[in-house]
């Protein structure tokens, strides 16, 4: 069985930019060898970039790309679940990152993701 991962909003940037010199060769390894997923609130994350002019390009065009070139997928747990989970998340202001954590820790997946901060508080964070 493969392994399941989350990607967190900026590998997805990465990813459909075609930045791959961003991203760690360990994390190539995973990605290559997983089953991808993303939370919605990378998709709202991304919004939120494109409004601010961040991102030039629009989530769903992102999203759509990456689920046809690298079959990544939605997954979501139930958004109640998500809060409350969120809510033990105190060790970052930042709620797309507390919801984006929620969200693998809730599956019990690993979490691609170069934010130091999140891989110094969630034990199943990789770069």
């Not at 919605?40 to 989530?59: D, H």
């Not at 508080?121 to 990789?126: D, E, G």
Request: net charge negative.
């Amino acid at each position: 069985m493969e392994p399941e991962v989350y990607l967190d909003t900026h590998v997805v940037v990465w990813l459909y930019g075609g930045e791959i010199s961003n991203i760690s060769p360990r994390v190539i390894s995973i990605i290559e060898e997983s089953t991808l997923y993303y939370s919605s609130f990378v998709r709202l994350e991304l919004k939120y970039l494109f409004e601010i002019g961040k991102i030039k390009v629009a989530p769903d065009i992102i999203l759509k790309s990456l689920e046809i070139e690298i079959a990544l997928v939605n997954r979501d747990s139930p958004l109640y679940v998500l809060v409350n989970n969120a809510l033990e998340h105190s060790w970052t202001r930042d709620p797309f990152d507390r919801m984006i954590v929620s969200q693998a820790q809730l599956s019990d997946c690993m979490l691609v993701t170069k934010d130091s901060l999140i891989r110094e508080n969630f034990r199943n964070a990789v770069w």
